[in-house]
């Protein structure tokens, strides 16, 4: 049974920094190198929304325009976990936070959120002074 398991969310002022994880379990090493891996996020009231992406097979990667140059997306295949390192965080940066696995070998799409199999049960993420 495939899982995704985010961690590292928390409380932190506006200016630091946070880094989160997603670790994923029931997949095999190979077939989890076929799945790009999403990051996004949802405040009270808003929708979800598409933060972050990376390939397959660590691919190129995708960062929304509000995030970019303040996050920054890997994935270590070895241990079936990709990091969100958030840098710079602001209040609007406030959300909980979702990773979910799309089974594409292609560039990773995180605009669509259809495209996604499997989600993980989300972080809190409050940046507050």
């Known amino acids: 049974q495939v899982q995704l398991v985010e961690s590292g969310g928390g409380l932190v002022q506006p200016g630091g920094s946070l880094r989160l994880s997603c670790a994923a379990s029931g997949f095999t090493l190979d077939d989890y190198n076929d799945y790009a891996i999403g990051w996004f996020r949802q405040a009270p009231g808003k929708e979800r929304e598409g933060v972050s992406c990376?390939?397959?097979?660590?691919?190129?990667?995708y960062y929304a325009y509000s995030v970019k140059g303040r996050f920054t997306i890997s994935r270590d295949n070895t241990k079936n976990t990709v990091y969100l390192q958030m840098n710079s965080l602001k209040p609007e940066d406030t959300a909980v936070y979702y990773c979910?696995?799309?089974?594409?070998?292609?560039?990773?799409?995180?605009?669509?959120?259809?495209?996604?199999?499997?989600w993980g049960q989300g972080a809190q993420v409050t940046v507050s002074s």
């Open positions: 979910a696995a799309d089974h594409f070998r292609g560039p990773c799409r995180v605009a669509t959120m259809r495209y996604y199999d499997y």
């Open positions: 990376i390939s397959s097979s660590d691919g190129p990667t």
